[in-house]
Nanobody, 127 residues
Framework: QVQLVESGGGLVQAGGSLRLSCAAS????????IGWFRQAPGKEREFVAA????????YYADSVKDRFTISRDNAKNMAYLALNNLKPEDTAVYSC????????????????????WGQGTQVTVSS
């Protein structure tokens, strides 16, 4: 079974950039779709982006499209989320998630679609 650990969060000014990493243990990482979600204080967990097991398909929330980029390196058991042109409303705890069921990536927007989760990393954007 895959275990996930996020890193790369921090404090950044509006307009800045960060790259989040999701390190996975286990030999079957390349059979899992990966999703990134975020949760701000007092708000529900929100879908950010997802990528298929091969990396060939990606899907983004409208709020981050053209600013964030999801990617993965199966040889390194790593997934990434590049955050560019950050806004204060992007402030949240960002978590990566994994699921082995082969579903169209566009359907993987609900947290309930994922069974494995990391602990999250805090991203704070100051104005």
């Amino acid at each position: 079974q895959v275990q996930l650990v996020e890193s790369g969060g921090g404090l950044v000014q509006a307009g800045g950039s960060l790259r989040l990493s999701c390190a996975a243990s286990g030999r079957t990482f390349n059979s899992y779709a990966i999703g990134w979600f975020r949760q701000a204080p007092g708000k529900e967990r929100e879908f950010v982006a997802a990528i298929s097991w091969s990396g060939g398909s990606t899907y983004y929330a409208d709020s981050v499209k053209d600013r964030f980029t999801i990617s993965r390196d199966n040889a390194k058991n790593m997934a990434y989320l590049a955050l560019n042109n950050l806004k204060p409303e992007d402030t949240a705890v960002y978590s990566c998630a994994a699921d082995a069921r082969q579903r169209p990536i566009q359907t993987m927007t609900s947290p309930h679609r994922f069974v494995l989760w990391g602990q999250g990393t805090q991203v704070t954007v100051s104005s």
